[in-house]
């Protein structure tokens, strides 16, 4: 007697379980990396990043800075802040 062959759902559940492993993996991978990559600030810095802040504020409030380079500098320092 000839044996019976997989059916198509089952091959399909097979491979849709081997993606979700595999972006499983994937994803770990990417968040240990992030990890990593982040370590602990120090207070000092924060506290610098902070001070940068006011003093950027303070500038565009008296008119030294135009708004475009405002924007700019307040998306960078935004980036650099560490909010837990």
């Known amino acids: 007697m ?8 089952k091959l399909q559940r097979a491979t849709e379980k081997r993606e979700r492993a ?16 982040e370590g602990p600030e120090p207070a000092a810095d924060q506290e610098a990043v902070l001070q940068a802040f006011a003093d950027l504020h303070a500038a565009y409030e008296d008119g030294r800075i135009p708004q475009d380079e405002f924007e700019s500098r307040k998306a960078l320092l935004s980036s650099q802040m560490k909010i837990d």
Request: hydrophobic share 30%.
């Open 22 to 37: 595999q972006a499983k993996q994937e994803k770990r991978a990417a968040r240990a990396a992030q990890d990593t990559d």
């Open 2 to 9: 000839a044996r019976q062959r997989t059916t198509f759902g």
